[in-house]
């Protein structure tokens, strides 16, 4: 017999087993067990619908899938007739939600405000058939209430998070913490806790600040950036190259933020006016370690601190994960694979050079080879190799650390930036004297790479006889697995983007579509494409002081070289990517 799940009552386990087996979705038997097994306090303190996704019952009606939280949440949010809301933090105004009701509230009703708008309060619950706070509620606001249904997972972990950075925030620009820690060495290792109940006596700052990170990790952001304004202080994080508003903080809590972040990180707390550089080493709350480089910049309000994450687990990364494959992979791998010369990697800045560098210095840096590196700063600490930081101050810059480490024995040099006219001259004598050079420079492409070095006063006999190769990259996004849809591309958008090359059409291509993995973007993550110039001797015999880079470019194409769009076009036909995104971050064919 069907339970009435229309009567103003709590959700109990065994109504919802016997639904279940009623509408075919789990077997007698199962259903049996599960609730002989619902014993401990812990197991009958959890939701019914959390606990029943815990114990991964087969889905009758879809074979080989799981009853899992999101399976159950979508069935009795039809049962309810309510609509299911995902929870997207990166959506929620916390600031506003948080004042509609009091935590306890929301705790005891099982609720969360997720939206506020002039008119109507939506408010997410994980009770669908209890509404006697509903008209309390109303009361309050003077506003009409809808109500959705979401997990009870999501639900009761955004509830502790919000009202925790809100007090937090709240009790902060009360003057409750302007929270300082004892200076730090040169990679403090800082203990993320996890947020405690708002009810907690905790310091406002810290908490902040440990959110702040966590959530950057959680959405997986490569930068953080807190932007001062006259009011008050945003807070953006850039995710798959893209920058998304988070959160805004008040101007005088946001100075204690950024004095916080200035003390992990080893910088001058009482200097605001000149610009100053720091790095943090902390724990996910994974258990994985990850770097921060911090910068400032004095602005018309204030500091402006930019946090650049480095994943370590880039360093573990496979060139095909990185997205250098087929022919391109044969040809940089041969170029590495050389005793001598010098290999650059060129790009904009964010464009992903470190991550190949680092992951061919960590390819390369065997036993039998000495591998050094001079970095300003140093952005990943990798036990594999040396890695030696600039230090302007005392006029150690890239120049003079490329001649110091000539005098320890290295077989592999990787010089972070090739700046100006010294470091390039010391980075060629290197290659001469017998030692295998990697460098990143600022160009469109790879053929202007050579035009910058002679621009910076290096011999033309000295490039012919020392540059070993040129690769220009550039980050792609690439689409969510989860959602992506066949689409079409038009026969004139093609063979514009792999022109002069006359490549056929791919049959099938996708399009973003959107979904709860990729944020409703129908991006997720992203992968480099590559042009690889090799100085075959055909591509040496254009290398003059009167350089022709146009035909150097055609003739370097002749010989192999596939532009970047064509990279691109490549990860379009596998279905990695779109036509949109390759011309979002490809230069046009007639810079390339």
């Known amino acids: 017999m069907k339970s009435d799940f229309l009567a103003e009552r709590a959700l109990d386990l065994r109504s919802l087993l016997l639904d279940l087996v009623d509408e075919g ?5 199962e259903a049996n067990m599960v609730m002989g097994a619902h014993r401990t306090r812990e197991q009958t303190l959890m939701h019914p619908l959390t606990y029943l996704a815990s114990q991964e019952l087969e889905n009758l009606r879809v074979p080989g899938k799981k009853m899992d939280e999101l399976t159950l949440t979508e069935w009795l949010a039809e049962k309810a007739g309510l609509p299911l809301f995902h929870i997207d933090p990166m959506k929620i105004p916390v600031a506003k939600v948080a004042e ?20 109507i309060v939506t408010i997410a619950v994980s009770q ?21 249904f979401a997990r009870p997972s999501d639900l009761n972990r955004y509830r502790v998070e919000f009202y925790s950075l809100a007090r937090s925030v709240s009790g902060a620009e009360d003057g409750g913490g302007n929270t300082r820690s004892g200076a730090a060495n040169f990679e403090q290792l800082l203990e993320l806790g996890r947020l405690k109940d708002p009810e907690a006596n905790d310091q406002h700052v810290v908490n902040i600040v440990d959110w702040l990170l966590q959530y950057a990790f959680d959405q997986r952001a490569s930068d953080i950036h807190l932007e001062p304004r006259r009011e008050i202080c945003r807070m953006r994080f850039r995710i798959d190259g893209v920058l998304h508003n988070i959160y805004e903080f008040p101007a005088n809590v946001a100075t204690a933020i950024v004095s916080r972040l200035k003390i ?18 902390t724990k996910r709350p994974n258990g994985m370690e990850a770097e921060l480089r911090l910068s400032t910049l004095p602005t018309a309000f204030g500091e402006k601190l930019v946090m650049r994450i480095f994943d370590p687990d880039v360093l573990f990364r496979t060139f095909e994960q990185l997205g250098l494959m087929g022919d391109d992979f044969k040809r940089w ?36 080879v000495n591998v050094s590196t001079i970095e300003d700063p140093i952005e990943m600490v990798e036990e594999a190799f040396n890695q030696t930081q600039v230090q302007h101050n005392i006029e150690f810059d890239f120049a003079a650390g490329i001649r110091t480490l000539m005098r320890q024995d290295p077989d592999i040099i990787m010089v972070g930036e090739i700046r100006d006219r010294e470091t390039a001259q010391m980075a060629v004598q290197a290659a001469l004297t017998g030692h295998l050079v990697l460098s990143t420079l600022h160009t469109n492409d790879a053929a202007s790479a050579i035009t910058r070095l002679l621009d910076l006063g290096v ?10 190769g040129v690769m220009a990259q550039r980050l792609i996004r690439t689409l969510c697995p989860h959602c992506k849809s066949e689409s079409t591309i038009s026969s004139s958008d093609w063979e514009n983007l792999v022109r002069p090359w006359k ?60 532009t970047l769009r064509l990279s691109g076009a490549q990860k379009i036909a596998q279905g990695r990517t779109t036509l949109a995104e390759v011309l979002r971050v490809a230069p046009p064919p007639e810079s390339s």
């Open 459 to 468: 011999p033309s006999y000295l490039l012919r006889s020392t540059v070993l």
């Open 25 to 29: 979705f789990v077997q007698q038997e």
């Open 333 to 368: 791998n041969s170029m590495t694979g050389k005793p001598h010369g010098i290999l650059l990697v060129t790009g904009p800045t964010g464009s992903g050079k470190t991550t190949t560098l680092y992951s061919s210095l960590r390819q390369l840096a065997t036993e039998q």
């Open 264 to 281: 992990l990180g080893r910088m001058n707390v009482a200097e605001k006016r000149k610009p100053q550089d720091g790095r943090i080493k």
């Open 100 to 119: 509609v009701m009091s935590y306890q509230f929301a705790k005891r009703h099982g609720l969360l405000c997720v939206g506020v708008t002039a008119e």
């Open 128 to 148: 669908p058939f209890i509404t006697e706070w509903e008209m309390q509620l109303a009361q309050t606001v003077r506003q009409q209430i809808k109500r959705v």
């Open 503 to 562: 490549v056929a059409r791919p049959p099938k291509v996708y399009a973003p579509e959107g979904c709860l993995e990729c944020r409703n973007t129908g991006y997720l993550g992203r992968q480099g494409i590559y042009e690889i110039l090799t100085l075959t001797d055909s591509v040496q015999q254009h290398i003059s002081d009167t350089l022709d880079l146009q035909a150097m470019r055609q003739q370097a194409m002749r010989d192999g070289m596939r």
